[in-house]
């Protein structure tokens, strides 16, 4: 019995390499089956990023403007003189006056017997309004409020100072026409000098001229 040896290690060859064959086979179908959908691989991706702890973004650091910078420390300076929350509300209400008049300085005063007036209008005539005694008054309606507000009364010693004040008010008055009126005589007086020394001027220069006329035709 004669065997060729080609046949053999074919054979054996053959042989060697079906089982490696089948093996690497089994191990692609295996692997393959456990390999999720894209669905999943997305899904698992979301949830691992979701329970991941937040990470800081570095920003970059921007300069800040004067503007900005004041504003910023304006709003620390309110906040730490005036939290809202310890300030009672009879304050806020100053404040918010305060704000929004700034300094109560109208450009129309009333006078203290007017002042009883817009009183005793508002005592016979409730119905009025503080627009409407503004507008009779020929004043602001905030000036009509706080004259309603207020509840004081001078006293003897207080209309003394009134008075005295008063007298004050009419000297001062009359002081300040009577130096006006000096300052438009003086000013007066010296607007006529320089008008007669102008025409003094003017007619001295005239006869000057004649004389100089007349000598000249006396020559010829």
Known sequence: MTIRYSTVYYSITRSLLRPTLTLSCLAQYRFKSNIPHKDVLLKSTTKSAQSLPPTKCIKRHEPKTLLEEMKSAEQSRRAKLSPNHTIPPWIKRVLTQKSKYDQWNPKRKLSRQEMIKVKELKETFPQYRTIDLAQFFHISPEAIRRILKSKWVPNDIDE????????????????????????????????NGRKNFSSSEKSNDGDELNKHYNRIQSQF
Request: cysteine-free.
């Open 160 to 191: 003394e100072k009134i008075t005295q004040r008063k007298e004050r008010k009419l000297l001062q008055i009359q002081k300040r026409k009577q130096t006006a009126n000096n300052s438009k005589v003086r000013d007066n007086k010296v607007h």
